[in-house]
């Protein structure tokens, strides 16, 4: 038994160049695999920042909501409705919308996304956030968000140097005319695939900044906050077998898992970052299994000499496949190894939640693995077709 490894290994590094090319082009499909993970998994989680540091239980949106950059405002009513249902015990609007940040340094418009709620009802679960709640009462006051990208300008550099109070120019999509705000504080959130920066303001502040943009008794998302013991699902049920069908409501999770659907089936980048992760798959095992052909072919006089003297080809198959998890082990290392180092690079560079987790790392490994046994599965065709009377 522990004669097989050693065969196995020994093939493998008989001929050292294309070893080593052998495990850096597996490694190379293994980064791939990483990539896309990656920054799969930071498409949905910057996508769905939002929904997760929402302060309630219940979501109350449009008919029409797609997701939180392409959304639909509804009646405001439609959510005071709600405080009449057993189980509620208060609610609070939201708004969103898309302007215009002039960057304070070269004049350059850029857009940024504005989140509204009236402070006395906070529902963002943000503790610096929280901590400047104060300030955002005050009139034209807003908190910027630090991890936005770095076109909008040295704003968060001057507040963090002393600037506090520092004007800022907001253009709305609809006006040439800007409105000036100051900036009382910072925090963090980060940007996503569909937005470059964000600001929390009051919600009179918000209405001051899109004045023209919707009546003020249009919102974007409710919130709604359940009294203690009561169910979610139950309560939810009720209200949508009651509120009018111009409503969606959702519990936390089914929010974020419907803004999660939008970006992965109803989005480019969502289909490409699929369809790229099928094809690296694809071409992981096509490498893998020329690799294994190709040592089984310049094996093949040793292979159809153990034949003659005895062994069968349960024990030849097995020498294969050793070979692929040979191959699918040593290409891991380096692969995730230098996938730590891109990732912290493009965490870097994009501002995205580009990061390893525990997840990414079993499921690269599990798929390694599999790509190298179904190519070695395909190789062994050319196994089977040893015979020692071809050599002898």
């Known amino acids: 038994m522990n004669t097989k490894i050693p065969l196995a290994w020994l093939q493998l590094v008989q001929q050292k160049l294309r070893f080593v090319v052998a495990v850096a082009g597996i490694a190379?499909?293994?980064?791939?695999?990483?990539?896309?993970?990656?920054?799969?998994?930071?498409?949905?989680?910057?996508?769905?920042?939002?929904?997760?540091?929402?302060?309630g239980d219940l979501f109350l949106v449009s008919s029409q909501y797609k997701s939180l950059t392409a959304n639909q405002s509804f009646s405001r009513n439609r959510l005071y409705q709600t405080l009449g249902y057993q189980g509620v015990e208060s609610v609070s609007p939201m708004y969103l919308q898309f302007a215009k940040l002039k960057n304070p340094v070269s004049g350059e418009k850029y857009s940024i996304y504005?989140?509204?709620?009236?402070?006395?009802?906070?529902?963002?679960?943000?503790?610096?956030?929280?901590?400047?709640?104060?300030?955002?009462?005050?009139?034209?006051?807003?908190?910027?968000?630090?991890?936005?990208?770095?076109?909008f300008g040295p704003?968060?550099?001057?507040?963090?140097?002393?600037?506090?109070?520092?004007?800022?120019?907001?253009?709305?999509?609809?006006?040439?005319?800007?409105?000036?705000?100051?900036?009382?504080?910072?925090?963090?959130?980060?940007?996503?695939?569909?937005?470059?920066?964000?600001?929390?303001?009051?919600?009179?502040?918000?209405?001051?900044?899109n004045p023209n943009?919707?009546?003020?008794?249009?919102?974007?998302i409710g919130i709604i906050k359940l009294k203690s013991g009561f169910d979610a699902n139950k309560v939810l049920e009720n209200l949508r077998d009651s509120i009018p069908n111009d409503v969606q409501i959702f519990t936390r999770k089914q929010f974020i898992n419907f803004e999660k659907k939008y970006w992965a089936s109803r989005t480019p980048i969502g289909f490409i970052l699929n369809l790229m992760l099928t094809m690296?798959?694809?071409?992981?095992?096509?490498?893998?299994?020329?690799?294994?052909?190709?040592?089984?072919?310049?094996?093949?006089?040793?292979?159809?000499?153990?034949?003659?003297?005895?062994?069968?080809?349960?024990?030849?198959l097995n020498v294969v496949f050793q070979q692929a998890l040979i191959l699918a082990l040593l290409a891991y290392i380096p692969g995730f190894l230098i996938s730590i180092a891109l990732y912290d690079f493009a965490m870097q560079a994009t501002?995205?939640?580009?990061?390893?987790?525990?997840?990414?790392?079993?499921?690269?490994l599990t798929s390694t693995v599999l790509i190298c046994i179904t190519s070695g599965a395909l190789a062994i065709n050319k196994l089977r077709s040893a015979d020692p009377a071809d050599i002898f």
């Open 28 to 55: 190379f499909i293994v980064l791939l695999m990483f990539i896309q993970l990656g920054f799969q998994d930071a498409l949905y989680s910057s996508a769905t920042a939002v929904h997760q540091n929402l302060k």
């Open 114 to 151: 504005v989140i509204g709620f009236d402070p006395g009802k906070p529902v963002i679960n943000i503790p610096e956030v929280q901590e400047n709640l104060d300030r955002l009462k005050l009139p034209n006051v807003v908190l910027f968000d630090r991890d936005s990208r770095p076109e």
């Open 155 to 209: 704003i968060s550099e001057n507040y963090s140097q002393g600037e506090t109070f520092q004007a800022i120019e907001i253009f709305p999509f609809d006006s040439m005319r800007g409105y000036r705000v100051r900036v009382g504080g910072l925090f963090s959130l980060g940007p996503s695939f569909g937005v470059d920066g964000n600001l929390i303001v009051s919600d009179s502040t918000f209405m001051r900044i």
């Open 213 to 220: 943009s919707r009546p003020a008794e249009r919102i974007d």
């Open 280 to 316: 690296a798959s694809v071409v992981g095992v096509v490498i893998v299994y020329q690799i294994l052909y190709s040592n089984i072919a310049t094996q093949f006089i040793a292979y159809a000499t153990l034949k003659a003297i005895g062994y069968a080809n349960g024990y030849l």
């Open 351 to 364: 501002k995205l939640p580009i990061m390893m987790t525990t997840n990414n790392t079993l499921i690269v």
